[in-house]
């Protein structure tokens, strides 16, 4: 019979200091899901308590082994369509905005921070592609898709899931190739060049090459507390184009947050250069 290591108060909050400090991650109330999620990892790898796991972890900061607390500690959790209304919002009254301000440049810049395993940044690609049609070639939309663990990236990057859920028809068969052998749908080539795909840290410096003109940050801040959530929603203020638009989760909420204003619900922009 299985049963879950026990992790005591001084490597709990070894742990937690570690996470919030590096990953901005505030593990204070999980101490249950910590023992239950990481338990059997760790005694497959040899260990027989946290503490000489955790002994180890700092002071060799294996990459195996942070990828392993990454990826066990969040939640990995998202699908195609997410918040639909989200990319009605984007496609109706965003996007022919971006369209006439970009006239001369003609690039976009979106990014999905906290990308998970892309169905989020895909479907960005398909709302793009949908939106542009035939002119979609002279306008470079590529969407910048970021996230800490690289095994969520590597499937990502993959592109293969199960039938996405509430895909139409019409775009299954357009945007993904089924194997008939496995029931497995591929996202087509077009729409995965359209994305970028780089391992990211929401705590570093954001420092990409372009201003972005709108930011998906969606069921990330939930691990963050209000100092940390703070502080990276000013770095995105920081990063965006005045009049740049700002999408997090219908869970979420920034607070009366005196950056942004809110344009629909849980849609909020920067205010335009002059306001």
């Excluded at 108060?9 to 200091?17: G, I, S």
């Excluded at 690609?125 to 306008?139: C, P, R, T, V």
């Excluded at 770095?235 to 950056?259: K, T, V």
Aim: aromatic letters at 14%; a positive charge; proline letters at 4%.
């Amino acid at each position: 019979m299985f049963h879950d290591l026990t992790i005591s108060d001084t490597d709990f909050q070894r742990l937690v200091q570690f996470m919030q400090k590096n990953y901005g991650m505030d593990l204070s109330k999980k101490r249950q899901l910590i023992s239950s999620r990481l338990s059997n990892s760790l005694k497959e790898r040899g260990y027989a308590d946290f503490r000489s796991f955790l002994d180890h972890l700092f002071r060799t900061k294996d990459p195996d082994d942070l990828e392993l607390v990454l990826d066990k500690l969040t939640t990995n959790y998202t699908f195609f369509l997410r918040e639909k209304d989200h990319f009605t919002y984007l496609q109706e009254h965003i996007l022919p905005e971006l369209v006439q301000k970009h006239q001369r440049d003609k690039i976009l810049s979106i990014w999905s921070a906290g990308c998970s395993s892309g169905e989020e940044p895909y479907t960005l690609s398909i709302y793009l592609k949908e939106f542009f049609g035939a002119h979609a070639s002279q306008w470079d939309t590529r969407v910048l898709a970021t996230d800490i663990s690289h095994q969520a990236l590597a499937k990502a990057q993959a592109g293969v899931y199960q039938v996405p859920a509430d895909m139409p028809e019409a775009w299954l068969r357009r945007y993904f190739t089924r194997d008939l052998s496995t029931g497995l749908y591929t996202v087509s080539q077009d729409i995965r060049k359209n994305v970028i795909f780089r391992p990211f840290n929401l705590m570093d410096p954001i420092r990409f090459r372009l201003k972005f003109d709108v930011i998906f940050c969606r069921n990330v801040m939930i691990y963050f507390n209000q100092a940390t959530r703070d502080a990276l929603v000013q770095r995105f203020y920081d990063a965006m184009y005045p009049g740049g638009y700002f999408f997090i989760s219908h869970s979420e909420s920034l607070n009366q947050n005196p950056l942004f204003q809110t344009v629909a619900p849980a849609v909020y922009r920067k205010p335009p250069a002059g306001r």
